[in-house]
């Protein structure tokens, strides 16, 4: 097996390597189709359909969203692994609106049943630090050869990346969190005029995606378990299986 996924090995640590190994044990005839996504994503199962759309409509409000334009938003659940092979046992959801000068994320991430706590980045620092290695959330818009990602946890940590690079810092950006006991929200505001794609993105829209990392631990062992709106049957930058975005 090892030989077999040398690749998917690169990288890891002897943790993850374990924790792969362990996952997978139960594959008795290893194929393409279940190579492993990072370190998840190798349950040998039937396929999950994932029923969600892959066009979004983001309604268009006037000012900054209250509780009442939440209420109408649609709720995003439907979550899958990056393969849609594996039945998620974490629960997430995400909203979205827009003023027509800033989008408006709203997320919320739930504890699998049973689960003790999560993996929090707080001593990561709150701006740019590695948080896909901690409890998080991403939402990643993409088009025209860009993509810009965010990834969000809780203690209003932040991470926020052009094509990767951590030097680029999206202006005026605003994120803020709570955690409540097995339940964390947050919400995000990235002014639209920091997405700089070659097609207006109000008028044309955009490829993207929302994933959730989470980490957690169970009978005193820590599970790591990744789930997206859409899978995308490889890396997570693998935009062309990304879902559309438009602005009303």
Request: charge should be positive; include cysteine.
């Amino acid at each position: 097996f090892r030989k077999r996924f040398a690749d998917a090995f690169a990288g890891l640590s002897d943790y993850l390597k374990q924790q792969l190994l362990d996952q997978t044990e139960t594959l008795l005839i290893p194929h393409e189709e279940t190579v492993p996504f990072e370190k998840c994503s190798m349950a040998a199962r039937a396929p999950v359909k994932n029923s969600g759309p892959k066009a979004v409509s983001v309604g268009r409000i006037d000012g900054i969203p209250g509780e009442s334009d939440w209420k109408k938003c649609a709720v995003y659940a439907d979550f899958c692994d990056p393969y849609a092979r594996q039945i998620l046992k974490s629960k997430s959801s995400f909203q979205l609106l827009h003023n027509g000068k800033t989008l408006f994320c709203r997320v919320q991430a739930e504890l699998p049943e049973g689960a003790e706590g999560f993996r929090f980045p707080v001593r990561e620092g709150k701006h740019d630090s590695p948080l896909w290695n901690f409890e998080s959330m991403e939402l990643h818009l993409a088009s025209g050869g860009k993509r810009y990602q965010f990834i969000f946890a809780p203690y209003d940590c932040l991470a926020d990346f052009l094509n990767g690079d951590r030097k680029w810092n999206c202006k005026d950006v605003k994120y803020t969190s709570r955690l409540e006991g097995k339940v964390w929200t947050g919400a995000l505001e990235v002014p639209l005029a920091e997405i700089r794609f070659e097609k207006d993105l109000l008028k044309n829209g955009c490829r993207f995606n929302v994933y959730r990392n989470c980490y957690y631990t169970k009978a005193g062992k820590e599970t790591w378990e990744q789930g997206c709106f859409l899978p995308v049957y490889g890396a997570f930058g693998n935009v062309e299986k990304f879902g559309t975005l438009n602005l009303e």
